[in-house]
């Protein structure tokens, strides 16, 4: 049973936080979702910095609890999701100060698979704030809205009775999103699985299509070969999904060694670029043919292979990190994937990358955060800040005036 923080705010102060959000969703501090505002790792509205400060300033820092989760920025609360011995936590913290403004927690026992032990119990999924809304996927595939102001729970949805495993074998990892009034959520377990629509104020199910389990990445939404798409990589194969009915458009086998499916792919025009485990770099140009649609391979980039990083696309540049030379960033042009830099290697076995206001943010599983020049001619390295004592797994949220990091367990906010 969910138990309510004593101190959840009333009436009134449900108002005017639903204000706040009303007045703020387009700030550049709205961080809304998995890799940001449009789910791609680009920070819109940014101010470029003329310097770097030499060293980040705390504000505040909190334990949270364990997890993987990317944390969330709305107007003036930061959103986390993580794992308290045998239940899930949902909390929203003030980011002025890092007070808890309110917190639910549900029993979510889960067995860890041996091979995961290094990354613990989760939650690996980033919450989602829309409309007064908070959605969660837990690590075993709980499926959670509530109230953003209170906190409030307004409907749960697990789906044992549907499929007789409800995470893939590490656990649960793809973040939902929300498109056109539909929430969408990949769910199940190895090889049997769901891309399900589901009404956001209800929970409601608007269209489902069955298939291959989840893979580790998440699913994003764009106008391709004018059609509205969800494009997703599963288990087994990329695909693109018709966003308003979820029929099936096209799709390409993709499978990694040990069912590691776990980079999002991106979205640059008419191109999805899309990797994996010991696979090139690649992009397919989407194209209307008489039969329906096919993915048209554009071009590969052997010299780069993603593992678990997404990379990010911005202008026609291709930032990400090859698991190859023990972690190389690297940046591609994305018209043509000619390799325009490669960074040194050993920089590190994970990233989160972040690109925006002229900078390329990445921060490393050891707790670096490098910032670097966007248009340089190489990797220019800015600035790099050690920002945790414990291992960052979690995206980090960049906002104008600094970033929220979360650690192993804990959640800090620190300034430039």
Known sequence: ????????????????????????????????????????????????????????????????????????????????????????????????????????????????????????????????VEDGRVFTLGISGILSAFDAASGRVLWRKEFGSQFKETSPLYGVATSPIIDQGRLLVYVGGSANGALVAFAPATGAVLWTTKGDGPGYASPVVADLAGVRQVVTITDANLEG?????????WKLPFTTDYTQNAVTPVVSGDLVIYTGLEHAVRAVRIVKTGAGFAAQPVWENPEVAGYMSSPVVTGNRVYGLSHRKKGQIFCLDALTGKTLWLSEGRQGENAALLAGGGALFVLTTDAELLVAKQDGASFTVLKRYTVAPSPTWAHPVVLGDGVVVKDSDSLAFLKF
């Open 1 to 128: 049973m969910a138990i309510a923080n004593p101190r959840t705010p009333g009436p009134a102060a449900r108002l005017v936080f639903l204000a706040s959000l009303l007045s703020v969703s387009a700030a550049a501090a709205d961080f809304p979702q998995w890799r940001g505002p449009s789910r791609d790792g680009v920070i819109t509205g940014l101010a470029p910095r003329a310097t770097w400060p030499d060293s980040l300033k705390p504000a505040w820092k909190v334990t949270v609890g364990v997890g993987h989760s990317s944390p969330v920025v709305v107007g003036d609360r930061v959103f986390q999701f993580s794992r308290i011995d045998d239940s899930e936590v949902v909390q929203a913290l003030a980011l002025a100060s890092g007070k808890s403004v309110w917190r639910q927690s549900y029993p979510a026992p889960y067995t860890l698979n041996m091979a995961a032990m290094s990354h613990g119990k989760g939650p690996k999924s980033t919450p989602l």
């Open 241 to 249: 999904l018709s966003a308003d009915k979820g029929e099936l458009l």
